[in-house]
């Protein structure tokens, strides 16, 4: 499995995984510990804001799952739709953050915006869900 945690310095985790260009590529293996393999340098055009029209592969592809410490609800459906899972973090250690990711799975932040408090586990019309 390899994992790209969105990180601007290269050094802690950042938010705003729409528009970071910076990348620490993570492989898990067989005995799912961690090791750094890979860091991504876009160009900015190639941060998924600006490539979300375009077509074709993306760097970020080779990746099996992003994670952030924020991104909104557009994000989170394109990077499905390219099958890629996106998760949030609170971690600042990007080593950290992947192994809460894999001890914990996918963790996504409240997109929906209704007035209600209950379980996101559900299924009645919010976009993401």
């Known amino acids: 499995m390899k994992i790209a945690v969105s990180s601007q310095n290269f050094r802690t985790v950042t938010n705003h995984a729409g528009k970071?260009?910076?990348?620490?590529?993570?492989?898990?293996?067989n005995d799912?510990?961690?090791?750094?393999?890979d860091r991504l340098d876009l160009p900015k055009d190639m941060s998924m804001?600006?490539?979300a029209d375009k077509s074709g592969p993306h760097p970020l592809d080779a990746a099996d799952v992003i994670?952030?410490?924020s991104f909104g609800a557009g994000f989170a459906r394109r990077m499905h739709a390219r099958g890629l899972i996106a998760s949030i973090t609170e971690k600042t250690d990007p080593l950290e953050a992947v192994?809460?990711?894999?001890m914990n799975g996918q963790n996504l932040p409240q997109l929906c915006d209704c007035n209600h408090d209950h379980d996101h586990n559900h299924t009645h019309g919010h976009a993401g869900h």
């Open 20 to 29: 970071a260009r910076r990348f620490i590529i993570y492989t898990v293996g």
């Open 32 to 37: 799912l510990q961690p090791v750094e393999t």
């Open 49 to 51: 804001h600006e490539f």
């Open 67 to 69: 994670l952030s410490a």
């Open 99 to 102: 192994k809460e990711f894999m």
